[in-house]
């Protein structure tokens, strides 16, 4: 059976996140509807992360596995097709070796964030940001986020529902810059790491803010690592501004794919 990775885009609101859920719509399931409407027998389908309700992907990455040989231009003009209306696309398709896979063979994922300094209300970004009502302190965030680079237990940044079996991670890259956003300012936020606890990157934004806004110094962010205690995280925020960027592989299928 002939093994594809495909590079998915998606508009995370109307969604109840990736994972297939019953009677509910999410970006897996319309996904393997689309499919289905190729080859009858479903493919067997796996995602390199889970994104949770309301959270966008520019650069999510699943494979199938079908039962024909597919042309790979062809099968994304097909799935593209069978995927509308929804706000899904498939960016990229690429013929992979069978033992490669979406999840396992991911050496890092990268999120970004983006959030939105201004007091008129957000209209045409609507749902695709986080929008904070008064100014931040861009130097104290980026003092913070220093301290959350490298490898540390972060439980206090995670979701009590999360399943990870260690909440030891890894922080690589926890950037900050600055852009002009009509009438205000957008900070975007640029998160890398091999892997991710639930809630994670929502919970650094989260308290994070609260540093730009003056209400945390930014040591805290060490005083909440150390307490490894979910209730010294500050409030999580919301889904809206967060979007999967990007899945790191050691060599990129999707410039380099097998011929077919």
């Known amino acids: ?137 861009i130097e104290a965030m980026r003092e913070g986020a220093a301290y959350l680079l490298g490898t540390h237990d972060f439980t206090t940044f995670r979701s009590t529902m999360c399943q990870a079996k260690s909440p030891v991670k890894t922080l690589d890259v926890l950037d900050l810059s600055t852009h002009d956003y009509h009438a205000g300012t957008e900070i975007r936020f640029h998160v890398k790491a091999r892997s991710f606890l639930h809630n994670q990157v929502r919970s650094l934004v989260g308290s994070l803010e609260r540093v730009g806004a003056g209400a945390w110094a930014p040591e805290r962010m060490v005083e909440a690592l150390a307490a490894q205690d979910r209730s010294a995280c500050g409030p999580v925020c919301p889904p809206d501004g967060l979007y999967l960027e990007n899945v790191r592989y050691p060599t990129d299928v999707f410039t380099q794919p097998i011929s077919n």
Not at 8 to 33: D, M, S
Not at 73 to 86: Q, R, S, T, Y
Request: aromatic share 8%.
């Open 1 to 137: 059976m002939p093994r594809y990775a495909l590079k998915i885009e998606y508009h995370g609101q109307g969604f109840y996140g990736w994972q297939r859920q019953n009677g509910l719509p999410t970006v897996q399931g319309a996904l393997e509807q689309a499919l289905t409407k190729l080859e009858s027998d479903l493919p067997n389908i796996a995602a390199a992360g889970r994104t949770d309700t309301g959270v966008h992907g520019l650069g999510q990455v699943a494979h199938c596995d079908m039962q024909k040989d597919w042309d790979s231009e062809k099968l994304k003009g097909a799935l593209n097709f069978h995927l509308k209306p929804n706000k899904i696309a498939i960016i990229a398709c690429a013929l992979v070796d069978p033992e490669w896979h979406a999840r396992f063979s991911a050496v890092g994922r990268d999120y970004l964030f983006r959030l939105v300094c201004r007091r008129a209300p957000v209209t045409h970004d609507a749902g695709l940001v986080w929008q904070s009502r008064h100014p931040l302190n």
